[in-house]
């Protein structure tokens, strides 16, 4: 095994291909068997090495989105073990943009299982030094810098006659009618164990994390020590808390959400309070992950 850096988040990557590597995976993020692993590939002909019954849109989507952060969800080909599948009858597969991966990716020829390098629920790792943070020495970390995405891929199904997307990510849903010219259904419950990053506490820092709106930020951390993510400015009698300005484009936002909720952890004040963010289709990811983060919503 050896961390991997992406455009989205660092990777604990092994070879899909070879069970006894896969299964290293799942024991050293305590992840559970039957939660399905990403298979990354170089580029979409290797798909047919791994899915089978492929439909159209699979191309049409990848002719626009890989590499890149898009996760598409076809039937598996039979040769392929259910160890990386969480014993299902689909895999996962994408191919990242980042070009330290791709060279690798391009020298392998096959495919690398890699979810995020980090504990099983945890905030994902975003540079190498959160990834040694939790695994120190024993895990080799191939080191390319800070993930220019910043959180997981959009994952969408395309195994059965109607797309569905199963995680929201930064390609959005409009991107993908745009491309497909069909409706693209959002699951808001997809289930856990089928979708990666899907249970209701996931992507969560170790600090007690409280989600809230605008209208109720002031009065939540008046009488709290706590660090604070907002994209309003500091307002006076605040001096108690660690205020970070978050960006106002979702595209900023999320490159540095993972980043300052490992900075947040690391302070180790009482709680993490999170301003909600706006409530339109390029801020779904976003607001998707601050929802798993929160211990609490209010």
Known sequence: MVAIPTE???????DASNPNAVLKIFELKKRPKNHPLIVHIANADQIKYWAAHIPNTAYQLTNIFWPGPLTIVLKKAS???STVTGGQDTIALRS???PITQKILKKF?????????NRFGTISPTTAQHVHTTF???LPIVDGGACSVGIESTII?????KPQILRPGMI???????VL???IQLVHKASASRTPGMLASHYAPKTPTILVTSEKLLDIIRHKTCVVFAQQPQPKNTDHCHWIQMPEHATAYAQTLYHQMHAADALRYDYIIIEDVPNSPDWTAIHDRLQKAAHTIL
Do not use: C, F, W
């Open 109 to 117: 020829k096959g495919g690398l299982a890699a979810p995020s390098a």
């Open 96 to 98: 990242p943009i980042h």
């Open 8 to 14: 989205t988040v660092y990777g604990l990557a092994a």
């Open 172 to 178: 959005t849903a409009e991107q993908i009618r745009t």
């Open 157 to 161: 199904d395309l195994s059965s006659n």
């Open 79 to 81: 040769q392929i073990d």
């Open 181 to 183: 010219k069909q409706d």
């Open 136 to 138: 120190g020495d024993k």
